[in-house]
Structures are given as C-alpha cells and as structure tokens.
C-alpha cells in the first residue's frame, strides 16, 4: 500500500517521523514470461552447490540436540565469522556479520555516523546512502563525481563526521585505488571512512588490506554479489576491533539473531568453496569484457567497470527509450531517473546466452 493511498486521518497513528521517510526502492523483481532480470546484479550463476548441501543436512540434523530449528541460532555467527576470517585472513575479532550488507549498513550508520558534522559520500553512489541518513535524521553533504565519473578525492577534505562510498561505485562501476582511499584516510583521522566493497571481487583490489594500519577505515561486504546468495543474506564488516564492538552494541540494542540457522550453515560452506568463487568472479568478469567489446561496437559509451554491471550511454538514443524497448522483449535493465546520469543504463553482466540476447534486440534497435 503506498502512502497516497492511506488517509492523512489513519496515517495519524504512525510516528509522524514516518510520514516523511522516503523508503528506498529495490530494483524491479517482475513476474514476466522469458524475462532476462539484468536490474539488480544478482549473480547469473548458482550459488556453490556445496550451500544447498550444507542448509539441507542442517535441516536434516535437526533431531540432533544443539542443532534444531527449535532453537535459535548462536546469536555470535561464530562458525560464519571463523570461515569468513580464515579466507580474509583477518583476526576473527575484527570481524563483524549482519543480514544484507544493507543491515550492516545500518549498523554502521547508527554507530558512526549520528555526529554533529556532516556525513560526506559522492552524489552519485549507492541509492541506500540518502535513505540511511534520512532515516537516523543526518545532516549530509554530497560530494560530486569528478568530471570522469571516478571519487574526487580532494572533495573528502571538508569538515565531516564520517564518510561512506562504494568501492567500486554503484551505479558507475568504476574504482578507486587503494592509493586514494588512503589518501582519503589520512586526511581524516577522526571520521569513520567506510569503503562498501560490494563489488569487489570482480577485478578491484579489497582496502582489509589496510585496515591493520588504520584504527578509522571500516571495509563492508556481502555474498549477495560474487559468491550468488542474495536471497541468503549475508553481509559483514571488516574493521580494527573498537570499531566491529561499537557494531555489535548497535546489533545487539537491535537484533540479536540476525543470521539464521541454515544461513549460518550455507554461509560457512560458500566461504569454504573458495575454487568455485574464483571460476565464477573470473567467468563474470570475462562476459564483462565481451559485452563491452559488443556495446563499443555498437556505438555505446561504457564506463569503464570492476564491477558485475556495466554503466552505458548511447550517442543517438535516450536511456529511457532503450530501456522502455527492451522491456517490450523481456529484458529489465536499470534506468535512474537522476541528474548527471539520466542517460546511462546499468546492466547486469549475465551469461553468453543471456549477453548474446541483449546485444540481438539491441542491433535491432541501433539499425531502426
Ligand atoms: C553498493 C551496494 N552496497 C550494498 C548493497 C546491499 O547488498 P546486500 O544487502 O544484498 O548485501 C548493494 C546491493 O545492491 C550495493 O549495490
């Protein structure tokens, strides 16, 4: 029910805070005949068959003591937390899971960033970021793109109480290096610098590397992406451990149990597979270049990605109208109404297949 549809008499009962939020909008999950989903760069592949495996004897344990539905789960993740550590090579203390890196996100938020100075993050980024900070009431200043759509570092001097962005960025795909983000680092000691890494895994380079060396860098992740569990939901932060303990007070004020029994156990097993991750990031990544190579033919601009989406423009076709016409044919892709970018698509990288039947609807548009 949206809220036009709800009178100003019954919306009486709500806090009236609410009355004013603007709930963030997930892409699109359409119910259509041969739909190709390219919206919301969920993974093509399945996930590594050994988390189906993992979840169905979890179920099958359940007459076990210590491991039925019945109960809940260990509100600490602790077996998630110990296998995420081991393939980030990082102390289990500087470990932190959550529900979605959206809830993580959340968390971070509520933990970091409620600071009389403003919270800074590029104008163009994650579409959570505003909804966040209007959601715990922050004042913000968005620091534009520069002019190649990359971070502008030199923005990140000003006066802040935290700073965010995604690495690389959503919706642009394009990456900054570690070099930058510790420039952004040192330049801000006393502000908690967040780097959403989660499309990192398809070419760019992680900042955990960093985190030994910086007590204010906070880096988050999820499995929705790289490792195809966006329907498990896990999300976690890297951090020093004073950051990842004012994460837990904020989880814990919150949610105790957020990971559930079989999440828990498809999670430890999709960690434990790292072969199969690495074939499916490198297949990803290979389509990537192929649709590239496919749209610079055809006349689109693309910005140059490391992400499991591609971010394009044509010269002689408005967005909008490709979008619309690729609807027609059963293929979603993501259009954002939004200064600077109102032109681009975001496309998700699929299979070859599903590739192959994006660039044939969109010769056919190109020629018309
Ligand atoms: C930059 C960025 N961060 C975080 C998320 C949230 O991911 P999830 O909640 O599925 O872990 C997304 C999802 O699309 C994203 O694009």
């Known amino acids: 029910m949206s809220i036009e549809q709800i009178s100003a008499h019954l919306q009486r009962l709500w806090s009236p805070e609410v009355r004013t939020l603007e709930p963030y909008v997930p892409g699109e999950q359409p119910k259509i005949d041969n739909l190709l ?18 979840i169905i004897s979890a179920l099958n344990e359940q007459a076990e003591p210590g491991n039925s539905l019945r109960l809940y789960p260990d509100p600490d993740a602790s077996a998630l937390k110990h296998a995420i550590a081991a393939q980030q090579n990082l102390p289990i203390e500087q470990v932190f899971v959550g529900n979605g890196s959206d809830e993580v996100l959340a968390h971070i938020f509520k933990a970091f960033f409620i600071q ?25 200043v968005e620091v534009p793109l520069a002019k190649d759509f ?11 109480g935290g700073i965010i962005f995604a690495n690389p960025n959503a919706p642009t795909g ?46 988050c992740q999820t499995t929705s992406k790289s490792r195809a569990l966006a329907g498990l939901r896990i999300g976690m932060a890297f951090a020093q451990p004073h950051l990842i303990a004012a994460l837990e007070r904020v989880k814990n004020s919150f ?15 999709s960690f434990e597979d790292q072969a199969y991750f690495e074939r499916t990031c490198q297949h ?18 693309v ?13 002689h076709h408005t967005a909008i109208d490709i979008a619309a016409k ?8 993501r259009h954002f109404n939004k200064p600077k970018i109102q032109n681009f698509l975001r496309i998700t990288i699929g299979t070859s297949e599903q590739q192959a039947r994006l660039i044939e609807q969109l010769r056919h548009m190109i020629k018309a």
């Open 37 to 54: 989903k390219l919206n919301t760069n969920e993974s093509p592949f399945a996930p590594s068959p050994k988390v189906a495996e993992a």
């Open 116 to 140: 009389d100075k403003p919270i800074l993050y590029p104008d163009i980024s994650y579409s959570f970021y505003p909804v966040y900070s209007q959601f715990f009431n922050l004042n913000v």
């Open 150 to 160: 990359s971070i502008d570092v030199n923005g990140y001097q000003q006066p802040n």
């Open 174 to 219: 394009v990456f900054l290096s570690l070099d930058n983000i510790e420039v952004i680092l040192k330049q801000n000691p006393d502000s908690v610098v967040v780097v959403d890494e989660a499309y990192v895994d398809f070419g760019g380079q992680s900042a955990t590397s960093l985190i030994s060396q910086y007590d204010n860098l906070v880096v």
């Open 255 to 269: 949610n105790s149990y957020p990971l559930d029994r079989l999440a828990i156990a498809g999670g430890v097993a």
């Open 284 to 301: 990803t990544i290979a389509n990537r270049e192929q649709l590239v190579m496919q749209l610079t033919a055809l006349g689109f601009d």
């Open 303 to 315: 910005l140059p990605s490391k992400a499991n989406f591609i971010f394009t423009q044509h010269p």
């Open 326 to 333: 690729l609807r027609k044919t059963g293929i979603i892709v």
